[in-house]
């Protein structure tokens, strides 16, 4: 358990880091910027090996039971946060409506997933996420994250759409042999 907590930790501590400009600032100014991303994407690696490591060998020790139709709202969930991730990563008029659509997908991911699992392992890194997802936004807002100006044709939904729709189709088929567990 102590891994995944220090796993959580790491990543939401490194990810926050931005909010702290000045500290931020100074630790480029002493290392360089070409280090300092390499040490943020080492220490965010290192974190997610530590929160495989710590849910795979933590005990599953229940806290509450998912309500049965918890799996449809999680399938409908992981659509939409699949459809978000690729959205942060195309352009799209999700940015036009929302300045973090990639914080947003990982909100829902760790949401999604407290709707079909209830155990104490599953609250530490899904709503741990879930809230450095949010934490994460309120820190781009104090920094000046700006929505999309511009607004694009409608068809410049249709590839984020397509990318989640199959994301979430390869994930399903997956998701036992990367997690062990069926979806369905």
Do not use: C
């Amino acid at each position: 358990m102590k891994y995944l907590i220090l796993g959580v930790l790491i990543f939401a501590g490194v990810h926050l880091l931005p909010t702290f400009v000045g500290l931020r600032a100074g630790i480029i100014r002493l290392i360089g910027e070409k280090l300092y991303q390499a040490l943020v994407a080492l220490a965010s690696f290192g974190s997610i090996g530590l929160m495989v490591v710590g849910f795979k060998h933590s005990e599953m020790l229940d806290i509450y039971h998912p309500p049965k139709w918890g799996h449809l709202v999680t399938a409908v969930l992981m659509l939409i946060s699949l459809t978000l991730f690729a959205a942060s990563h195309m352009p799209t008029n999700i940015k036009h409506y929302t300045r973090h659509p990639m914080l947003w997908g990982l909100v829902l991911w760790g949401v999604a997933h407290l709707f079909a699992n209830g155990d104490k392992s599953s609250i530490i890194l899904f709503g741990g996420l879930a809230v450095y997802g949010l934490l994460g936004m309120a820190s781009a807002n104090l920094r000046g994250a700006k929505l999309q100006p511009q607004t694009l044709p409608w068809r410049a939904e249709v590839k984020p759409v397509l990318a989640g729709v199959v994301a979430y189709l390869v994930l399903v088929l997956l998701h036992p042999y990367l997690f062990g567990v069926s979806v369905y």
